[in-house]
């Protein structure tokens, strides 16, 4: 209400301080434009509660199906690892295999790392 108060008064000072129509139809004029404003906001409101309920309802809609794959992806997991346990084959043995794998190619990155930066040095320690 107070910027709609502030626009009004703005509104009337320079229309009057332009001197071109007389105070009386100032005032209507600035009436009319505070209800088309406040009709303006007012449907503008109407508009965003429309999207938010629509939004709201979207997400509603994208939860229950994230819920219902992620429920057939656990699903899915269980039978493969009674699968695999019915082969012989243990999950937890062969992600650890994989975890040790990653570490020991980490442990010969950082190796070689070591190896160059080194012969750097050398090299710059030789070139002094």
Do not use: F, W
């Not at 009337?12 to 009436?31: D, F, H, I, N, T």
């Not at 992600?95 to 710059?124: I, P």
């Amino acid at each position: 209400q107070t910027s709609s108060a502030q626009h009004e008064n703005a509104v009337l000072s320079r229309l009057v301080s332009e001197g071109e129509k007389r105070v009386g139809q100032v005032r209507e004029e600035a009436s009319l434009l505070s209800n088309t404003l406040k009709a303006s906001l007012q449907s503008m409101s109407g508009e965003m509660k429309k999207q938010v309920a629509r939004l709201r309802e979207e997400r509603e809609m994208l939860t229950s199906s994230l819920r219902a794959a992620l429920d057939r992806a656990a699903l899915e997991n269980t039978a493969l690892r009674s699968q695999l346990a019915a082969c012989g084959v243990s999950v937890d043995s062969i992600l650890q295999g994989v975890v040790e794998k990653m570490m020991e190619e980490e442990k010969q990155r950082e190796q070689v790392k070591q190896k160059e930066l080194l012969r750097q040095q050398d090299a710059a320690s030789n070139e002094q």
